[in-house]
């Protein structure tokens, strides 16, 4: 589905080379941040929402060196 929400957002989407995850900074720093609440290969279902969503607040309230040391929910506009 990437060229519908490319077209459909009006933006590029960009995929890596294989084998070359530094190329993917920000998503190998959010996994290494979700491995602190879940182990690798933990399936998520057996979690209830609410602690998933409670996870994902936590982290949307982090400030990021990414985004000039603001958190994503106030970038996104939480």
Known sequence: LH???????????????PHSPWQRGTNENTNGLLRQYFPKGTDLSAYPEDHLDAVAEEL???????????????????
């Open 60 to 78: 949307n309230d982090r400030p990021r060196k990414t985004l000039g040391y603001r958190k994503p929910s106030e970038k996104i506009g939480l």
């Open 3 to 17: 060229k519908r929400i490319s077209t459909t957002l009006d933006m590029q989407v960009y995929f890596r080379d």
